[in-house]
């Protein structure tokens, strides 16, 4: 498994609609993720900034969440949440891989 990190942006006063999307994530999205092997997917919210910071392990051979834009689920989400995050021009959330410097298990 692969463990990777990105951070993305949210939209001003959009926290709590994020919070609460996410608590009523689709099941078909939860399908999607598990089957193509993302795993311990995790999100943190630094509220100083609005900055989205995801950690989530992948299978060897599997995409990341942020590959899967041909996806209709994936297409679908997107777009339900380009209202309240920074997007780009195909409703994909602007992202930034974040690169690791340090592990402990």
Known sequence: MNKIAFKMKLM???REEYKRRHDQIWPEMVALLKGRGVSDYTIFLDEESDTLFAVQRQSEDGPSS???GSH????RWW???ADIMETNSDFSPVSKP???VFHLD
């Open 66 to 68: 942020q590959e899967m």
């Open 98 to 100: 974040l690169k690791r």
């Open 12 to 14: 001003p006063n959009c």
């Open 79 to 81: 777009k339900y949440m």
């Open 72 to 75: 209709p689920v994936m297409q």
